[in-house]
C-alpha cells in the first residue's frame, strides 16, 4: 500500500478510516502498540470480546495494510504493518 495520503486511491482512504472507525479495533491498536504483537485468542480475552468477533476486526485491520500476520508454531501472531499506510500511522501516534 502508498504510503502518502496523496497518493492514495478513495477507495484506500476509505478502507483505512472505516478500519479505523471502531472503538474495538482502536483498543485492539492500542493493545498491540504497547507490545510487539499479540495472538488472537489473547487479544480476545483483553478486549473481553468474542474469538469470531475478534477475528473479523484483525481481518478488517489486515485488509487495510495496518496489521501484518506472521505464523510460528501453529499460531497466527499480529503486528502493527511495518509498511503502516501514513494515514493510519497518525492515528496510532495519537494513542
Known sequence: MVNTVHKMSNKEIEKIHKA????RRIATLRYLNNRRYGDL???ARYLKL???ATAKHFG????AGILDKDMRHGIVYFSIAKDIPQLARHTLTAL
Open 50 to 52: 468474542s474469538y469470531k
Open 20 to 23: 479505523l472507525a471502531n472503538h
Open 60 to 63: 478488517q485491520l489486515c485488509a
Open 41 to 43: 485468542q489473547g487479544t
